[in-house]
């Protein structure tokens, strides 16, 4: 378990990086239970230096139950500290793109105008990443048969909860 989703999680940093998304944080919370308490040595070998693993203190307020959430779950948050997403089960699977696409929205979307936070060339970056997800769309849309063709506008809608 601890390898396939390090794994996992370090492929999607070092794929977001290599797409131009930098100084993305990414922490780990180990679970407050004595079974994760053990076991948080091999949770911390498991994963690279860019990934923080954060172990609980036994006796302190439970991070999970404090951001009511549940110890599979990821908060994304953006770069001045809101948070802009909390996916659950089975949405927090990183084999589905629910994990990469809310990080990519979080990073390129500007909801309170200039930031000192932000990367210089952000807006180039996120400018491909659109284009990338748009030509990805028009390659899995189905072609147009027969004589009348018919084309359809695709809008991409962004949903805050």
């Known amino acids: 378990c601890f390898f396939t989703f390090s794994t996992r999680l370090e492929d999607l940093r070092v794929k ?14 180990n679970h407050q239970g004595t079974n994760s308490q053990r076991k948080f ?3 911390r070998e498991s994963v690279s230096d860019y990934i923080t693993v954060y172990q609980q203190d036994e006796h302190q307020a439970d991070v999970w139950t404090t951001l009511n959430g549940n110890k599979d779950d990821f908060l994304i948050y953006d770069r001045c500290g809101r948070l802009v997403y909390h996916l659950g089960l089975p949405y927090s699977f990183l084999s589905f793109q629910y994990v990469e696409e ?60």
Not at 16 to 29: Q, R, T
Not at 132 to 159: D, F, M, Y
């Open 41 to 43: 040595h091999l949770l």
């Open 16 to 29: 977001l990086e290599n797409e131009g998304l930098v100084n993305i944080s990414y922490v780990v919370v």
């Open 102 to 161: 809310s990080i990519k929205i979080a990073y390129c979307e500007n909801k309170c105008g200039n930031c000192s936070y932000t990367e210089p060339d952000i807006d180039s970056t996120c400018e491909n990443i659109t284009k990338k997800a748009v030509e990805k769309v028009a390659e899995i849309e189905p072609k147009p048969t027969g004589q009348h063709s018919h084309h359809r506008n695709l809008h991409r809608h962004r949903h805050h909860h």
